[in-house]
């Protein structure tokens, strides 16, 4: 996921901010209210979702009377000095239920805590009014707990307050909380409101039912919502009537509310009326809200719809049979993953029925161009499909019949780099059809619109269409997750859900109280016990309801370790006799980048690409991507890299000199080899320079370790993503505006070989195989149907659309505009049916071979070596060989029956080589069967002389050689 705000990392491209991120305004979370907001203090009603309004059950609240407070006489303020430090900030955590941190200056100090059930805490001149109870918190000279510093890091030095164990905790975390400190002439120094988090763990971390639980005569409704004053719930016969068919208060025990309703209240839908002290406008709000742990919605997510998914209504014909025919996979290392946004996949497809297309039961459709394209991937050995968010998110109306069009008709007559297409995009890309879906706003329901009917249980039973059909042709799915934010915030926000339920628990809050949106907005709190333990039960309800594969974690840095663990262990645990699926073929991997608040453990043991080797989690490899590109997603887009033409062939931009270049283009071919060999730390190879080095001892141009991971499926191995231009994209821009259109397919190809062929897991952008283009577009997120285009009838790879979306791109535009108005850069259907060959081939030569995909680091160090090595290495050229042993030998067991040795030539070079290497003489060497018959003529032309250890291999081309073993 693209964010803006990751120029710490060179792992992302900038578009966060236009993901229809609506990022709270920094009045609101200081406390200001809205000008249209003119309630008095107190409780207010807040509609969220958009429900028909309802009377709120506080709206007649009495104000509280002030209790009176014995205070010294001499207590006085200096209101300047408590400007700064305002209720309106949280910069005190109260942790454990008897520990306040605070970092005020305690010498000579008083601190005393205040609680206002009704929200009525003001600063007056003598310090802190309107309380309902004010407790006098004692010094702790011995500092926070180190189960305290464990979980917040960020405060280890804080000063540690104790609460009077008479103090009746529980309710007092249901009112407006503040502390205040006073110096010994009685003089307020300081005030601020609390973080509650820690304490809330501490008293009220719960395992028992939550959300709607069926049973033979009841539905049950269970809400976990500590500081709640008042919870009440509102069923509906429809999803949109006014009339509720009754309204009923819940019972509060332990923090956790509900209710027994009678069984007829099953396809009914319900929201909440939650009322509790919201940090963000210092009130008592009474909002309605959606069930975090809701499984089934009506459009828009208006209202949560009781839906019970064990229903055999709800189950496509041979679903609980499912996990018997899943494909095989007998290890992780043999996974390959294709990237696929649902709506990009049929949105165009003409073969798939109209009601279908860019929706679940696309994926259905048998005989559609797009299916019968996966069958070919699948075919060709391709093991998996990562499908872009589908869980409900905002930025897309659910009722299709909300949304704007383009006329394509018109933008097509238009010249390729026209700046009208993106200009009428750009009009109503907030009103179609169309996002990528990173604006989560419930993690646990499909997205309605890709469903035909977004009302009712409709999108349960296509998703699972969905993942049948794909299984059945032999791919397996993974859901990308985006449990590191939530779209919505506070009480106000329609798409606020978790804050809604208890305020400033589920999101992470910086040192003054103000919400962390450095993973683009509402950064969620995993550090959090029941944060932790919604993501673990939302991924077991996808794996154990949806029978997901796998799961793909956005920013899974953002993660803490412990979660990612804890989730995998979960998942793992499921078994076929229990729970219908195997959850040891269920695989995770993620985006472990590390920065924002969580940065070098700031929060807690992030799930960062250092952290989670060792937990057979899998991340993803940036480095490879960039020493095989050229520069990051952040640095000059004409830097180029191993394929692109670094020093091999110039682009014009300014790399230094000869040397320099020279110097650049052989650490970047380390870089890939670390990576073909699993990015693995202990991998030993030898560099450039000629000496023997571990991957973990290769650096990058920030002196980061290259290599992180210690078992081959924690590398998850890319030049291309979502994120960013396509691949085809990226070298049209890096490459020289005179090579040929076929060498840039080429080059197209040797990209995706160096992913292909690596060791660890490789993993494919839709179309990299087609050629695909986005017209140059840097971050497509909103660049609706038009600049995302997918053609399965092989006719266009979507090149020279238009300029791309301003927003992001018009600083690139004087270098997009030439490129986009040649004609000579657009490939033919000729160009785009030759990469689907070729990649077919490609896969076809990884799946040839258990030596493509060894299983542990051990195989790899003694199987894998690079042979083009040291300062005399023939530029542009990498050398790999992968060696197997023999059954009645000692020595390396044996793998293959096939090959017992093979050689593998990346010749980036715009020119034929020859290399020759003594150590491969003699070798019954031959160019693997797959390639001699392929369509690619230019790599027909490769050879092997074993007289002299000599291979000829075409300008950029993968040429694999391989020896057959003896019958």
């Given at each position: 996921?693209?964010?803006?705000?990751?120029?710490?990392?060179?792992?992302?491209?900038?578009?966060?901010?236009?993901?229809?991120?609506?990022?709270?305004?920094?009045?609101?979370?200081?406390?200001?209210?809205?000008?249209?907001?003119?309630?008095?203090?107190?409780?207010?009603?807040?509609?969220a979702q958009a429900t028909p309004p309802i009377r709120c059950c506080f709206s007649h609240m009495p104000r509280l009377e002030e209790e009176a407070l014995v205070v010294p006489p001499t207590l006085t303020q200096d209101s300047s000095s408590l400007q700064k430090d305002s209720l309106s900030f949280a910069r005190a955590y109260w942790v454990t239920r008897s520990v306040i941190a605070w970092n005020v200056d305690v010498e000579d100090t008083f601190c005393y805590l205040y609680a206002s059930k009704s929200a009525h805490l003001f600063l007056a001149d003598d310090g802190i009014k309107g309380q309902d109870e004010r407790i006098q918190l004692e010094l702790d000279t011995g500092g926070l707990p180190e189960n305290v510093?464990?979980?917040?890091?960020?405060?280890?030095?804080?000063?540690?307050?104790?609460?009077?164990?008479?103090?009746?905790?529980?309710?007092?975390?249901?009112?407006?909380?503040?502390?205040?400190?006073?110096?010994?002439?009685?003089?307020?120094?300081?005030?601020?409101?609390?973080?509650?988090?820690?304490?809330?763990?501490?008293?009220?971390?719960?395992?028992?039912?939550?959300?709607?639980?069926?049973?033979?005569?009841?539905?049950?409704?269970?809400?976990?919502?500590?500081?709640?004053?008042?919870?009440?719930?509102?069923?509906?016969?429809?999803?949109?009537?006014?009339?509720?068919?009754?309204?009923?208060?819940?019972?509060?025990?332990?923090?956790?509310?509900?209710?027994?309703?009678?069984?007829?209240?099953?396809?009914?839908?319900?929201?909440?009326?939650?009322?509790?002290?919201?940090?963000?406008?210092?009130?008592?709000?009474?909002?309605?809200?959606?069930?975090?742990?809701?499984?089934?919605?009506?459009?828009?997510?208006?209202?949560?719809?009781?839906?019970?998914?064990?229903?055999?209504?709800?189950?496509?014909?041979?679903?609980?049979?499912?996990?018997?025919?899943?494909?095989?996979?007998?290890?992780?290392?043999?996974?390959?993953?294709?990237?696929?946004?649902?709506?990009?996949?049929?949105?165009?497809?003409?073969?798939?029925?109209?009601?279908?297309?860019?929706?679940?039961?696309?994926?259905?459709s048998q005989d559609s161009l797009g299916v019968l394209h996966l069958r070919q991937l699948s075919e060709a050995g391709l093991t998996h499909v990562h499908l872009l968010p589908s869980f409900q998110f905002a930025g897309v109306a659910d009722e299709k019949e909300q949304w704007k069009y383009i006329d394509e008709d018109r933008l097509s007559k238009l010249p390729p780099d026209s700046d009208e297409q993106q200009a009428e995009l750009v009009a109503i890309q907030e009103e179609d059809g169309y996002n990528w879906g990173y604006n989560p706003v419930l993690w646990g329901v499909p997205k309605g619109s890709y469903a035909s009917n977004p009302n009712g249980p409709c999108r349960t039973l296509e998703f699972r269409k969905?993942?049948?059909?794909?299984?059945?042709?032999?791919?397996?799915?993974?859901?990308?997750?985006?449990?590191?934010?939530?779209?919505?915030?506070?009480?106000?926000?329609?798409?606020?859900?978790?804050?809604?339920?208890?305020?400033?628990?589920?999101?992470?809050?910086?040192?003054?109280?103000?919400?962390?949106?450095?993973?683009?907005?509402?950064?969620?709190?995993?550090?959090?016990?029941?944060?932790?333990?919604?993501?673990?039960?939302?991924?077991?309800?996808?794996?154990?309801?949806?029978?997901?594969?796998?799961?793909?974690?956005?920013?899974?840095?953002?993660?803490?370790?412990?979660?990612?663990?804890?989730?995998?262990?979960?998942?793992?645990?499921?078994?076929?006799?229990?729970?219908?699926?195997?959850?040891?073929?269920?695989?995770?991997?993620?985006?472990?980048?590390?920065?924002?608040?969580?940065?070098?453990?700031?929060?807690?043991?992030?799930?960062?690409?250092?952290?989670?080797?060792?937990?057979?989690?899998?991340?993803?490899?940036?480095?490879?991507?960039?020493?095989?590109?050229?520069?990051?997603?952040?640095?000059?887009?004409?830097?180029?890299?191993?394929?692109?033409?670094?020093?091999?062939?110039?682009?014009?931009?300014?790399?230094?000199?000869?040397?320099?270049?020279?110097?650049?283009?052989?650490?970047?071919?380390?870089?890939?080899?670390?990576?073909?060999?699993?990015?693995?730390?202990?991998?030993?190879?030898?560099?450039?320079?000629?000496?023997?080095?571990?991957?973990?001892?290769?650096?990058?141009?920030?002196?980061?370790?290259?290599?992180?991971?210690?078992?081959?499926?924690?590398?998850?191995?890319?030049?291309?993503?979502?994120?960013?231009?396509?691949?085809?994209?990226?070298?049209?821009?890096?490459?020289?505006?005179?090579?040929?259109?076929?060498?840039?397919?080429?080059?197209?190809?040797?990209?995706?070989?160096?992913?292909?062929?690596?060791?660890?897991?490789?993993?494919?952008?839709?179309?990299?195989?087609?050629?695909?283009?986005?017209?140059?577009?840097?971050?497509?997120?909103?660049?609706?149907?038009?600049?995302?285009?997918?053609?399965?009838?092989?006719?266009?790879?979507?090149?020279?659309?238009?300029?791309?979306?301003?927003?992001?791109?018009?600083?690139?535009?004087?270098?997009?505009?030439?490129?986009?108005?040649?004609?000579?850069?657009?490939?033919?259907?000729?160009?785009?049916?030759?990469?689907?060959?070729?990649?077919?081939?490609?896969?076809?030569?990884?799946?040839?071979?258990?030596?493509?995909?060894?299983?542990?680091?051990?195989?790899?160090?003694?199987?894998?070596?690079?042979?083009?090595?040291?300062?005399?290495?023939?530029?542009?050229?990498?050398?790999?060989?992968?060696?197997?042993?023999?059954?009645?030998?000692?020595?390396?067991?044996?793998?293959?029956?096939?090959?017992?040795?093979?050689?593998?030539?990346?010749?980036?070079?715009?020119?034929?080589?020859?290399?020759?290497?003594?150590?491969?003489?003699?070798?019954?060497?031959?160019?693997?069967?797959?390639?001699?018959?392929?369509?690619?003529?230019?790599?027909?032309?490769?050879?092997?002389?074993?007289?002299?250890?000599?291979?000829?291999?075409?300008?950029?081309?993968?040429?694999?050689?391989?020896?057959?073993?003896?019958?």
């Open positions: 996921m693209p964010l803006s705000l990751f120029l710490s990392h060179p792992s992302h491209s900038l578009a966060c901010l236009g993901r229809s991120c609506s990022l709270p305004s920094p009045f609101l979370q200081l406390g200001f209210i809205p000008r249209h907001c003119h309630s008095p203090r107190g409780t207010r009603t807040r509609g510093i464990e979980k917040f890091p960020h405060i280890s030095d804080y000063k540690a307050f104790r609460i009077p164990k008479s103090v009746d905790v529980r309710s007092f975390l249901k009112c407006q909380l503040a502390i205040a400190s006073f110096d010994v002439d009685g003089k307020c120094n300081n005030t601020t409101g609390l973080q509650l988090p820690g304490v809330l763990d501490d008293l009220f971390t719960y395992s028992g039912p939550l959300g709607s639980v069926f049973m033979e005569k009841t539905v049950s409704l269970y809400l976990w919502a500590p500081t709640a004053q008042v919870v009440c719930a509102y069923i509906y016969r429809d999803p949109f009537g006014n009339d509720p068919l009754g309204r009923v208060q819940l019972k509060e025990v332990n923090g956790v509310w509900s209710v027994d309703g009678p069984r007829s209240w099953e396809g009914c839908y319900y929201v909440y009326e939650v009322s509790a002290y919201h940090p963000s406008t210092l009130q008592i709000e009474t909002c309605m809200v959606n069930d975090p742990y809701a499984r089934g919605l009506s459009s828009d997510g208006m209202r949560t719809l009781l839906v019970n998914l064990d229903s055999d209504a709800l189950k496509p014909e041979g679903w609980d049979e499912l996990a018997d025919e899943k494909p095989d996979l007998s290890s992780f290392s043999d996974i390959s993953i294709y990237e696929l946004h649902i709506r990009d996949f049929s949105a165009n497809d003409p073969t798939v029925h109209p009601e279908f297309q860019g929706g679940y039961l696309a994926f259905t969905m993942v049948q059909a794909l299984n059945r042709i032999g791919l397996r799915v993974v859901l990308d997750v985006v449990y590191n934010h939530v779209h919505g915030s506070g009480p106000l926000d329609s798409n606020s859900v978790l804050d809604k339920v208890v305020p400033g628990y589920y999101l992470r809050r910086n040192t003054d109280g103000c919400i962390e949106h450095s993973t683009c907005t509402n950064n969620a709190a995993s550090e959090h016990f029941m944060v932790e333990r919604l993501i673990v039960d939302d991924l077991l309800c996808w794996a154990v309801d949806y029978k997901v594969d796998g799961f793909r974690f956005d920013l899974m840095g953002h993660i803490m370790k412990r979660t990612m663990v804890k989730a995998k262990y979960a998942l793992n645990s499921l078994s076929k006799g229990e729970n219908g699926v195997d959850g040891c073929n269920i695989y995770i991997y993620g985006e472990g980048w590390d920065f924002g608040e969580v940065a070098k453990n700031g929060r807690g043991i992030n799930a960062s690409q250092f952290n989670i080797c060792g937990t057979g989690i899998g991340s993803f490899n940036d480095r490879i991507r960039d020493a095989v590109l050229g520069g990051s997603p952040f640095g000059p887009p004409l830097q180029q890299g191993f394929v692109t033409g670094l020093s091999l062939q110039p682009n014009g931009h300014d790399h230094g000199d000869a040397a320099v270049m020279g110097n650049a283009l052989a650490a970047l071919k380390d870089h890939i080899q670390v990576g073909l060999a699993a990015n693995l730390r202990d991998f030993v190879l030898t560099s450039h320079k000629g000496v023997a080095v571990k991957g973990s001892e290769v650096l990058t141009h920030d002196r980061s370790p290259v290599a992180y991971a210690l078992c081959p499926t924690e590398t998850v191995n890319y030049v291309s993503a979502h994120d960013n231009e396509t691949l085809f994209d990226i070298v049209s821009l890096k490459t020289p505006l005179e090579i040929t259109l076929d060498e840039r397919c080429r080059i197209n190809h040797l990209a995706t070989t160096i992913v292909a062929l690596s060791q660890g897991i490789p993993f494919f952008h839709a179309g990299d195989e087609l050629l695909r283009s986005k017209s140059l577009d840097r971050d497509s997120y909103n660049s609706g149907d038009w600049f995302n285009r997918l053609d399965f009838s092989y006719e266009s790879n979507n090149w020279g659309v238009g300029l791309p979306p301003k927003g992001k791109n018009e600083s690139n535009w004087p270098l997009i505009k030439p490129r986009l108005a040649d004609p000579s850069f657009k490939p033919q259907k000729s160009h785009i049916l030759a990469a689907l060959e070729n990649f077919k081939d490609i896969l076809r030569i990884r799946y040839s071979s258990p030596l493509f995909h060894l299983k542990t680091a051990n195989a790899i160090q003694e199987r894998v070596r690079f042979h083009n090595t040291g300062p005399s290495w023939v530029p542009g050229v990498i050398v790999m060989s992968i060696e197997d042993g023999f059954e009645v030998m000692p020595g390396l067991a044996q793998l293959d029956p096939i090959y017992s040795y093979i050689v593998v030539i990346f010749n980036a070079s715009p020119t034929e080589v020859s290399f020759v290497n003594p150590a491969l003489k003699a070798r019954n060497l031959q160019l693997h069967p797959i390639q001699l018959t392929s369509s690619d003529k230019l790599v027909k032309d490769s050879s092997y002389e074993a007289s002299f250890g000599r291979f000829i291999v075409p300008a950029r081309t993968t040429s694999v050689f391989v020896e057959i073993r003896k019958i």
